[in-house]
């Protein structure tokens, strides 16, 4: 017997059925148990054809080579820095992939101190846990005022929306910067604090709503509501 047990974007919890039939695939947070496929995550299912996959509503952002991460600056040492982009392990922005070239003799905290907020990439990522990340690239660098909002990183697919609608939507509206980092991260600047406070509930209303079907028209409607305070 083939029968889909779920609903696109249905939420699901460890240990339900999702599909029966040796037809349909398990991806990431499933698994297969003889003809069936099983959740193994709380989650938002995901149906792309015959490949079933469950999005986890929480957990630690896992890197990846090639993501833009946000983070903030922890240390500073002889050869680079220790940034936290919300891992299980710090990364390390060495000298050499920063921006700009960098004496082994300077003072490194004329280009990030303690506590700045930098957009980086991941280069590298071990099996030892060992982050390497670079701020060489476009769009990468160090991010001067504005907030930072955290979200599950889950979620960042939503939140940026099929080829970034959801996300210059909510810039067209407010006029605010913002970058999402795929580590759950999103900076946020405005003209003022009004706008990066709705942007702010924006943001987090979609976190919120991520499962729901017609989100883009709802974020649209607040934002045509909101806009009219300026």
Same mark, same amino acid.
């Given at each position: 017997?083939?029968?889909?047990?779920?609903k696109e974007r249905e939420i699901v919890?460890?240990?339900?059925?999702?599909?029966?039939?040796?037809?349909? !695939?398990?991806?990431?947070?499933?698994?297969?148990?003889?003809? *069936?496929?099983?959740?193994?995550?709380?989650?938002?299912?995901?149906?792309?054809?015959?490949?079933?996959?469950?999005?986890?509503?929480?957990?630690?952002?896992?890197?990846?080579?090639?993501?833009?991460?946000?983070?903030?600056? !922890?240390?500073?040492?002889?050869?680079?820095?220790?940034?936290?982009?919300?891992?299980?392990? =710090?990364?390390?922005?060495?000298?050499? @992939?920063?921006?700009?070239?960098? @004496?082994?003799? %300077?003072?490194?905290?004329?280009?990030? @101190?303690?506590? @700045?907020?930098?957009?980086?990439?991941?280069?590298?990522?071990?099996?030892?846990?060992?982050?390497?990340?670079?701020? *060489?690239?476009?769009?990468?660098?160090?991010?001067?005022?504005?907030?930072?909002?955290?979200?599950?990183?889950? *979620?960042? =697919?939503? #939140?940026?929306?099929?080829?970034?609608?959801?996300?210059?939507?909510?810039?067209?509206?407010?006029?605010?910067?913002?970058?999402?980092?795929?580590?759950?991260?999103?900076?946020?600047?405005?003209?003022?604090?009004?706008?990066?406070?709705?942007?702010?509930? #924006?943001?987090?209303?979609?976190?919120?709503?991520?499962?729901?079907?017609?989100?883009?028209?709802?974020? *649209?409607?607040?934002? %045509?509501?909101?806009?009219?305070?300026?």
């Amino acid at each position: 017997m083939i029968k889909l047990l779920i609903k696109e974007r249905e939420i699901v919890v460890p240990g339900q059925e999702l599909a029966e039939g040796m037809e349909y !695939l398990p991806s990431s947070g499933t698994y297969r148990d003889q003809n *069936k496929i099983i959740s193994n995550k709380l989650g938002v299912v995901s149906v792309n054809k015959n490949i079933i996959k469950v999005i986890p509503l929480t957990g630690r952002y896992m890197p990846k080579v090639d993501d833009v991460v946000i983070g903030r600056v !922890l240390e500073i040492g002889f050869y680079g820095w220790s940034v936290d982009i919300g891992s299980a392990y =710090p990364a390390t922005l060495s000298i050499r @992939d920063a921006t700009e070239f960098i @004496d082994k003799e %300077e003072d490194l905290t004329k280009y990030y @101190d303690y506590g @700045d907020i930098i957009a980086a990439r991941v280069n590298k990522v071990t099996r030892y846990k060992s982050i390497d990340i670079t701020t *060489k690239g476009p769009g990468l660098r160090k991010l001067i005022g504005g907030k930072v909002i955290e979200v599950t990183p889950s *979620k960042v =697919p939503r #939140m940026i929306g099929k080829q970034g609608s959801m996300i210059s939507m909510i810039k067209d509206y407010t006029g605010c910067n913002l970058l999402v980092g795929q580590n759950g991260k999103v900076w946020v600047k405005g003209t003022s604090l009004e706008k990066e406070n709705l942007v702010t509930k #924006m943001i987090m209303k979609i976190e919120q709503e991520s499962h729901i079907d017609g989100l883009t028209d709802k974020i *649209k409607n607040l934002l %045509e509501k909101n806009g009219k305070l300026w």
